[in-house]
């Protein structure tokens, strides 16, 4: 048993009218088995203008899904270029942010290297400036002991020589003495 829509899709994918003819001839037939007294009322002619009619109706029903399908398509062609553009334009504005945060990024980033550039430069100095204080006070303080050491040591010189002087002369009285 075949219903309507079966039938409708077999009439809509038939070749030529003469499958088409059969195809319809076949329903009916089938009706006229369901429904014998129907048999007894059908003429030729009803058939030919029941044929007609279904033929009509199938001739509108694919117009109008000719057209549906056109419409569909036109409006998805639509809807996918609108979707297009959209999607261009959201890829241009997240190039155009992500171009301005790199920016922004390697503009930070320069500032935050000639900053600590600036700041080793800085402690640089400061460190050449201490180390340079260090070393004259080193030098003036190894200058001071040096100095200092000079000094004791010629005073230890010249109290040696002293008392070996005072030796010398002590053996010269002790000896002119005798």
Known sequence: MTSV??????LASAPDDKTRARLIAEAFE???????????????????ETELRLQKEIEQLRGDLSR????ARAESSREIEQLR???????????????????????ELSREIAQA???SSKEI???RGGLTREIAQARTESSKEIEQLRSDAVRWVVGLLAGQTAVILAALFAVARM
């Open 30 to 48: 089938r009706m006229e088995e369901r429904y014998p007294e129907v048999k007894d009322l059908a003429t030729q002619t009803h058939l030919r």
């Open 85 to 107: 553009g959209d999607l261009s334009r959201e890829i241009a504005e997240v190039r155009a942010e992500s171009s301005k945060e790199i920016e922004q990024f390697r503009g």
């Open 125 to 127: 100095e400061q460190l």
């Open 68 to 71: 549906e399908i056109a419409e």
């Open 5 to 10: 829509v079966e039938l409708y899709e077999q």
């Open 117 to 119: 550039r600036t700041e």
